[in-house]
Every structure is written in C-alpha cells, then in structure tokens.
C-alpha cells in the first residue's frame, strides 16, 4: 500500500463508507451546505446576517414544540422560521435600523417560546437530548425517510434565489436603482427572506438552531474574499459549506473513540472550527488575490 | 409614472418633449416641499437643476422618476426609457461586483433566472465601459472604486439600455476637480452625440456652466426655468429667494450671494475657493 493508502487509513477510521447514518449524514449534509452556501452569499450580500442569525434562533422554537408534537423537526424549524420572516417582513425592515429592532424583538418573543418548550421537552417528555438536538443538531440521527422532505424544501430555497438572482444584485446595490428598473423590491425581498428562513431550517437539523447561522454566513464571507464575480461567490460558498460538513462527519466518526468519553464529539463542533479555519484561509489567500492593481495604485499613492 | 403622448409646445412643434413637468407640487408631512414646479426638456438638450440642499432637487428628481407621488400636477415622459444615477450610493467593497457587473446590471437587473453569458451582452457592456472610459477598471470591484470612477461606472449602468432621458442625482458631490471636470465633460459629450435628454441637479452651477443648455434653479422648492443667462440675473433670483440676492460675475465664474450690503453678506451658492474671504 502506498503512503497516502496509509495516511488515508490512519484518517479514515474503518467502517466510515460502509455505515448507514453516514451515508444519510454526507447526503442531506452536503445538499444542507449547498444550500446554505447559495442562499448564504445573499444573505451577507444583502447584510441580512443578523435577520438570518434571528431566524435560525426562532427555529428552535418549532424544533421544540415538534417534539412535544412528535413531528420530524424539520417541520417545526420550518414552519417556525418562514412564520417569522413573514412577521419580520411585516413590521418595519424599509430602514435598516428598524429592520434589526424588529428582528430583535420577534427573536426576543421566540427564544423566550423556545426556553419554555425546551423545558417541556427535557421534563415532561422521556427524550432527555432533545435540546441538544434541536440547538445544536444531530446529523447522525437523520432518517433516510427525511431525504425527500429535504430535497424539496432545499429545491424551493435554492428555486427563489436563482429565479431572483439579478433583481436581488441590483436592491443589493441600490434599492432606487431597482425600483427605477421595474424590480418589485418589496416581493423579492420577502421572497429572498424566506429562503433564508428555509436555509437556516435545513442546517439546524444537520448542525443546530442555535449554529445555522454559521453555515449560512461562514462559507459565504469567506467566499467573498475569494473572487469578486458573483457568480463564482455563490460556487465557492457552496464548495467551502460542502466541504467543512464533510470533513466535520469525517472527524465526529473518528472521535469515536477520542477522550473524555469516548462518546464521539459533535459533528457540529467539527463544522463550525473549520468553517472558521476556511474563513481565515480565505483571509490570508484573498488579501493576496483580491487586492487588484487598482488598490495597490491606491496604496502606493497614499504612502508616497 | 404618467407616460402619456402630450401635444408639442407651440414655440417648437416639430419636437416632442423628452420630460415635461406641469405644475408639480409636493407636501410632505403638511409642508409644502415643491410648489408649481414647471419645465421641459428636448431631446438632446442638457439641463443643470441648481439649487442649495433641501431646495427640492432630489424629491422633484423622485417624481419625475415615480418614486414619488406628486400632489397636484403632472410629469409627462416621451422620451423612450429613462436611465437614472442616484445620489452617492454607499457600496460596500466587500459587495462581490465587478464594474461590468454593474454595468450589465443596467442591461437586465430586472430580468428573472441565471443569466446566460452571450457574446453580444458582452460586447454592449464593453462598448459602454468604453464610452465612459472605463475599460481599465472593468473588472475591479465597485466598492474599491473612487468616487469619481463610481460616478462613470453609475452612467454607463444608467445609459446601457439607451434612454432617451438620463437622470442625474448630485453626480458631482464627492467629487475632487479633475473628476468632476471628467464627468460633466464625459455627459456634455453623451447628450450631445447621443441626443439625450440630461437632467442633472448640483448645488453648484459652475462646473455645468461649459455644457448647460438651460437651467431649472430652485429655492424653497420652486423653481425659475430658462436659459441660463436669463435665469441667473439679480432679479429672477431674488423674486425666487423672496429676498434680495446679487449675482456677480467673476473670472467666467458665477456667485449668488445674499445681503446688500448692510451686515454680513451670506453666500447662498458659492464656487469653492473663489467664495471664501468674501
């Protein structure tokens, strides 16, 4: 056998392409990271990342209440999320710091839901992790039966951005600009809300509620210091979420047998470090390539 | 926006009007922000909105755009597309868009799904980031851009769909001298070869002086409209300011400026260095 045999022996634990939940996990977590990573770019591009931090907070009020329900959490993160970006859209986002009192508020009132269901959940109910799962996901537990419901909700997210993906540029720029241009901006920002909504659904049940924000904001900052053509951003993003699940089920299945427990660790742990690793990769390898001549004309003007 | 046919002036039948403005007025919160606003432009024709902040510029600006509903009158639009460059827009450098992207913005930012890459949208997007010099900044990110070749790329975006009336919201505010000289000689230029329509507003006329056909000056949210050196005397002026103004010539240069005389004279509109230690 060769040496990189070896290496990927000795990282590669035994057993990991043959078992089940990783197999559903690599699935539903790489279309998870893809969509995430698209609907991501225009959450950021768009400085909607608190909106979509709120959002995947308010999520974990449905995921807890599904349990009591004894529903898949997807629903409940769903239903929660798109009801609260309809409210968020409803009351006040025309200016920016109205937008993020109402985020604030409706993020208020449902995480103060979500402690009260938690607490039902772990007290009256026999499912004492269910607070772990639904903060902090559990990708390994993932039913096969839940793929399809997944691959709609994913169709639908991605589905709004790519028909809207012009009009959601040009608001990004100038809201004027996009009116003038017959953009109805109103519709397409409500829209570009909900998929955000059903993004960060989808991630907290493969990292968490609390975490989707990561996934949704991670991989598209980092892509941001990669390339300036838009469309290369929505692929790196995709590429960068992709790739620190993959990794992060790869390093939970060996932690298996790492100390204390030898329980395994988090997967969402795992992701959550590496998307921060790739964001400070990008930092370094961007400020290299994003710094075009025109800054450097710039920089060298301001020093002489 | 009303976009209905309107019979020709009488002075000069032959040519329709690119804009016509018909006694707009605007209140906002039960002040009156525009008063029996009236002008017109023909195609071709470059005209300065001149006026000192909140003199009503840019809300005419919104109206004419249907941005925002005037009270009572009505602005009638023939001129075939209306291009628009709006007040210094705050672009972020993180914001992943290349000037080109911005540019084929102006083209189909309306349009819904992925847009295909075709040779002849490129070649558009290249001609117009030529006509505004701008081929060497092609591929830099808007954001990192100076205000001046934001201001270029902000025209090309507005001109690439080829309106017949192009709209200009304080385009030279920001703007270092040599900038600004470019860009009013860059839309001199475009109106002229182009014949388009151009309504640009600034504070300060003095940079449009090369190039204005006609001036719509504004105070107190009216508005006196003619040629320029009809319009810009001591005596429209000061009906308009409803108090007494002085417009001086100096160096080819023009002031406004209030007071006659007794106490301190108030520069109204001033012309950078040339004003101070008046």
């Known amino acids: 056998m060769t040496a990189v045999g070896h290496l990927l022996q000795a990282i590669i634990e035994p057993g990991f392409f043959t078992s089940a939940p990783v197999h559903v996990a690599l699935l539903a977590g790489g279309v998870v990271a893809l969509v995430s990573g698209i609907v991501g770019t225009f959450t950021v591009m768009r400085g909607q990342s608190y909106a979509g931090h709120a959002l995947g907070d308010l999520s974990a009020t449905g995921g807890a209440a599904s349990f009591l329900a004894g529903i898949s959490p997807l629903w409940g993160f769903a239903g929660t999320s798109v009801v609260a970006a309809g409210v968020m859209d409803m009351i006040g986002v025309r200016r920016p710091r109205g937008r993020d009192l109402a985020t604030g508020i409706v993020r208020g009132a449902g995480l103060g839901l979500a402690a009260l269901f938690l607490?039902?959940?772990?007290?009256?109910?026999?499912?004492?992790?269910?607070?772990?799962?639904?903060?902090?996901?559990?990708?390994?537990?993932?039913?096969?039966?839940m793929i399809p419901a997944i691959a709609v909700l994913s169709i639908v997210a991605v589905g709004i951005v790519a028909v809207l993906y012009r009009p959601l540029?040009?608001?990004?720029?100038?809201?004027d600009l996009a009116v003038v241009r017959g953009v109805p901006v109103r519709i397409a920002g409500a829209l570009c809300l909900a998929a955000i909504a059903l993004a960060v659904s989808l991630s907290a049940i493969t990292i968490g509620a609390i975490l989707s924000t990561a996934l949704l904001v991670g991989p598209a900052a980092a892509a941001l210091r990669l390339t300036s053509r838009p469309g290369l951003v929505?692929?790196?993003?995709?590429?960068?979420?992709?790739a620190a699940t993959w990794i992060g089920v790869l390093l939970a299945y060996?932690?298996?047998?790492?100390?204390?427990?030898?329980?395994?660790?988090p997967v969402s742990f795992f992701v959550v470090?590496?998307?921060?690793?790739?964001?400070?990769?990008?930092q370094v390898v961007g400020g290299r390539i994003?710094?075009?001549?025109?800054?450097?004309?710039?920089?060298?003007?301001?020093?002489? | 926006m009303t976009m209905t046919r309107q019979p020709a002036s009488q002075e000069s039948a032959a040519i329709p009007d690119a804009l016509a403005v018909d006694?707009?007025?605007?209140?906002?919160?039960?002040?009156?922000v525009l008063q029996d606003v009236r002008f017109s432009i023909k195609p071709g024709e470059f005209v300065g909105l001149i006026g000192s902040n909140g003199a009503g510029k840019t809300t005419l600006l919104r109206v004419i755009l249907g941005l925002l509903p005037a009270s009572s009158g009505k602005v009638t639009v023939s001129a075939a597309g209306v291009g628009y460059v709006p007040q210094k827009i705050q672009l972020d450098p993180d914001m992943p868009l290349r000037a080109r992207d911005l540019v084929g913005l102006g083209l189909d930012g309306q349009r819904y799904g992925i847009p295909f890459p075709s040779r002849a949208r490129r070649k558009l997007v290249d001609e117009m980031l030529r006509a505004v010099d701008a081929e060497h900044i092609a591929v830099a990110r808007v954001g990192n851009l100076s205000g001046g070749e934001q201001q270029r790329i902000l025209i090309a975006h507005a001109l690439i769909s080829r309106p017949g009336l192009l709209l200009l919201d304080e385009p030279l505010a920001n703007l270092d001298i040599a900038s600004e000289q470019e860009v009013v000689a860059l839309l001199g230029r475009i109106?002229?070869?182009?014949?388009?329509?151009?309504?640009?507003?600034?504070?300060?006329?003095?940079?449009?002086?090369?190039?204005?056909d006609r001036i719509v000056y504004m105070a107190h949210g009216r508005a006196a409209s003619g040629p320029t050196d009809e319009v810009v005397t001591g005596e429209r002026l000061s009906e308009l300011y409803g108090h007494h103004v002085d417009v001086i010539h100096v160096h080819g240069r023009v002031l406004v400026v209030a007071g006659r005389g007794e106490g301190l004279d108030i520069p109204i509109e001033h012309s950078g260095a040339h004003a101070d230690g008046a």
Request: hydrophobic share 45%.
């Open chain 2, 23 to 32: 006694g707009v007025s605007v209140r906002l919160g039960g002040r009156e």
């Open chain 1, 234 to 242: 929505l692929i790196w993003s995709a590429l960068i979420g992709i």
């Open chain 1, 290 to 304: 994003g710094r075009d001549s025109r800054n450097e004309e710039r920089a060298c003007s301001q020093a002489s």
């Open chain 1, 169 to 175: 540029l040009l608001s990004s720029v100038s809201t």
């Open chain 2, 191 to 212: 109106a002229r070869e182009q014949r388009i329509a151009v309504l640009i507003s600034a504070h300060e006329m003095n940079p449009l002086l090369p190039v204005m």
């Open chain 1, 119 to 145: 607490y039902w959940d772990a007290t009256r109910t026999s499912t004492t992790g269910a607070p772990i799962t639904i903060l902090f996901g559990s990708i390994f537990t993932i039913g096969s039966s």
């Open chain 1, 254 to 265: 060996d932690s298996y047998y790492w100390p204390p427990a030898r329980q395994g660790w």
């Open chain 1, 273 to 282: 470090v590496l998307i921060m690793l790739f964001y400070l990769l990008a």
